[in-house]
């Protein structure tokens, strides 16, 4: 998470901020139609290795874990289950029935601003097929319904097309460019990408 993003921050009242918070330290489940997701656990690191290494999944995602080893993937989910605690972050796996690691989900949530984030991504066998589109479309719908958001902001590289076009077509703007760090602390541009739920309740009329 940058601490550049959300661009649009407007606070809203401590009990709303609360409620949110409650709301994040609750999320067990998501929706989506590839296989159940729920939080990651410490005895899921060396799934989520092995999904991560593959460079079709992490090439385009500056928040994976760098260097890419089992113990930093290891703090990497400690991090979220804190984060969760706190109301702030969540870490989701969906996995297939041999316990392999098919897509993962990563929220971050600024409760103050009623603002959220999602990041993640699919197996490589199950990319652009559209499965990558209709998650990330009943997630977003779940992000303002079920967690009471305002905002959701969204980086993404700026030659990850995939994205690009998802977001576009589902109403997010881009908002700017902004240097991304990752967890290394080397850089890599990104495209900034906001919607705001006035927007999607809109698009859904
Ligand atoms: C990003 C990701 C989750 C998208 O899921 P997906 O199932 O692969 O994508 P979809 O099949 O739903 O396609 C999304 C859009 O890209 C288009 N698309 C799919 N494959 C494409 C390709 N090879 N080239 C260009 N466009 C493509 C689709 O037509 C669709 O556009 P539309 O919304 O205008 O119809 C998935 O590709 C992924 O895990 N990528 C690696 C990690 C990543 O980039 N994560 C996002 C970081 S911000």
């Not at 090439?59 to 080893?69: C, D, N």
């Not at 079920?146 to 305002?150: F, G, I, K, R, V």
């Given at each position: 998470m940058a601490d550049e993003i959300p661009l649009t921050r407007n606070a809203v009242p401590e009990a709303r901020a609360e409620a949110i918070r409650a709301a994040v330290r609750a999320i067990s489940a998501l929706p989506g139609d590839t296989a159940p997701a729920s939080p990651a656990r410490p005895e899921d690191a060396p799934a989520l290795l092995a999904f991560f290494s593959d460079p079709a999944v992490s090439?385009?995602?500056?928040?994976?874990?760098?260097?890419?080893?089992l113990e930093n993937v290891a703090a990497y989910i400690r991090g979220h289950q804190a984060g969760q605690a706190d109301g702030v972050s969540a870490l989701l796996l969906r996995k297939d029935e041999a316990g392999e690691v098919i897509g993962y989900s990563e929220f971050h949530f600024w409760p103050q601003w009623a603002a959220g984030e999602l990041g993640g991504a699919l197996h490589p066998r199950l990319q652009s097929q559209g499965a990558g589109g209709r998650g990330a479309l009943a997630t977003f719908d779940w992000m303002f319904e079920?967690?009471?958001?305002?905002l959701i902001c969204e980086t993404s590289a700026l030659d990850n097309v995939r994205t690009a076009k998802l977001l576009e077509r589902i109403?997010?703007?881009?908002k700017g460019e902004l240097l991304s760090t990752r967890p290394d602390g080397t850089t890599r541009p990104s495209i900034v990408w906001e919607l705001t739920r006035e927007d999607w309740r809109a698009r859904e009329s």
């Open positions: 090439a385009p995602i500056y928040s994976i874990p760098r260097p890419l080893t079920a967690l009471d958001l305002d109403g997010f703007q881009k």
